[in-house]
């Protein structure tokens, strides 16, 4: 039994050390972006990537953003929400706001356009939020010249327990939304909304870690991740514009008080209780899409190298691939790679003698590519054939082979 409950545990966490991106379109590749990926393995926050405040917003009464908050620790980043000992009064936006609850927020120094973020983290279980999301952070003109209009994508935002308020069902599952936050010609402010994503999930979001992956694909649509499952689509509100979220914006990593009485704020004594007032980040990551055959970053130590990332394989798309009688076979193949590494194929008949090899480097990533293997003569249609692609290290003296996949290549006319 015990032995069981082991291998269960190790395949839990196995299931968020390798939380892969989403499988790239063809022709494309995932890499890395350095800007936007964190495991907080050190001490404090890397302040070359990272604010420990948010820069122009103080927190939502009566929880006030504080650097004090913010800590690196034990493999985390952490946000501990607290109360204070006493109200505090500040002068923002024009008027008098008090708070009495302290929390915070992490915010990227870099804004981005489009990309694959997630995060792994544990919600604090108290009824301040646990959040993992983007916005533009200042306003842009809007198509009419008189209006404006600003950014915000919210891959994750939760709480960490239930109750007795209508928002309660924020503490399980996952929960996406976006918003166009739109000023008319006449100044009235509107909160453009596309319907909200969900993932349900019995359990609390407080009990473990888990992650929260979000694509922005392009100015009209993102897709959502909840354990690397399935995905959920999502297209932008477009009544003013028809590519609405066309502006980089601000990674945001954020633990605050929701808007009473739809949520109820913290009470007294979870804000007290330190196995409960804490947000638990395990690691942010970020990903751009490049071309699949693009050397971006030769030379430098891949940031999935320095992290192990990948599980280093690749694979052929099917089991068979249909192909017609001339001098090119063209493969479907993807691959995940932690360093540059080469590609081989070998291209055997039904008897096993080799009829034709070739490799081609694949640069550090998770790439999705067709490849045109150039044959010396034309496949014959009276002749079943296997194809085996392996990948192994770059210019490797011996064929240290890390993973291989073997299909079946009919030759066929169409």
Known sequence: MKKIITFLLLVSISTYLLADPPKPPKGKRWVMNRDFSDEFNG????????????????????????RSQISVADGYLQIRGEKMDKDTVIHAYGKDLT???????VVSKKSVFLGYYECCVKAAATTMSTTFWFSSGKGYDAPNGCDQYGLEWDIQECIGRNGDFKGSYFANGMHSNSHYWYTDCEGEKHDYRAPQVKFEDRDLASKDFHVYGGWWHDETM?????????????????????????????????????????????????????????????????YKLVDADDPIGTGETPPEKEINLYYEDVMLDAATIEATPSK???????????????????????????????????????????????????????IPYTLTADIRPVNSDKPNILNASTVIVNVVDY
């Open 43 to 66: 001490s404090a926050l890397d302040t070359s990537k990272w604010l420990d405040h948010h820069p122009t917003w103080r927190g939502r009464e009566p929880g006030l953003f504080m």
């Open 99 to 105: 708070y009495n609850i302290k929390g915070g927020a």
């Open 222 to 286: 993102a897709s959502y991740y909840y354990d690397n499952g399935e995905p959920k689509y999502q297209k932008f509100y477009n009544k003013v514009s028809k590519k609405p979220f066309d502006q980089p914006m601000f990674m945001r990593l954020v633990c605050e008080t929701y808007p009473f009485p739809w949520i109820s704020l913290p009470s007294d004594e979870e804000l007290a209780d330190t196995a409960k007032n804490v947000v638990r980040y395990d690691w942010v990551r970020g």
């Open 328 to 382: 090119t076979l063209q493969i479907p193949v993807c691959y995940k790679a932690n360093q540059d590494r080469e590609i081989h194929f070998t291209l055997k008949d039904a008897e096993g003698k080799k009829v034709a090899s070739t490799m081609f480097t694949a640069y550090a990533g998770y790439a999705n590519k067709v490849y045109n293997f150039n044959l010396n003569k034309k496949l014959s249609k009276k």
